[in-house]
């Protein structure tokens, strides 16, 4: 099961400070997403031990991946000098079945 959970709020200068050190920035993101888990298998204890957490994606993720603006999870102008990217949808390592697409 993949879970994805949107904040609404950007705490991007929060996020920007944390990013200044490696180290305490994966642990609050770990300390997120660890929390998050914590939320859904008390909400839903037959969860409990079947949730992994993969990763947390922060405004700083998606400024990195996405070119997005002080880490907007919906970027929609392009800024001069931004880098176009793309994606197959194909992932490595899975098996990439054939989905609907809505």
């Given at each position: ?29 770990s300390r997120i997403g660890e ?68």
């Open positions: 099961m993949i879970c994805s959970i949107n904040q609404f709020h950007s705490d991007y200068d929060r996020w920007d400070a944390l990013a200044e050190d490696p180290k305490s920035y994966r642990r609050e993101k929390a998050v888990i914590q939320a859904i298998e008390a909400r839903f204890p037959h969860m409990k031990g079947k949730l992994r957490l993969l990763d947390v994606a922060t405004p700083k993720t998606y400024e990195r991946y996405c070119n997005a603006y002080r880490g907007a999870f919906m970027s929609f102008l392009p800024m001069v000098g931004g880098i176009m990217m793309s994606h197959t949808g194909r992932i490595k390592g899975l098996q990439n079945e054939k989905t609907a697409v809505y």
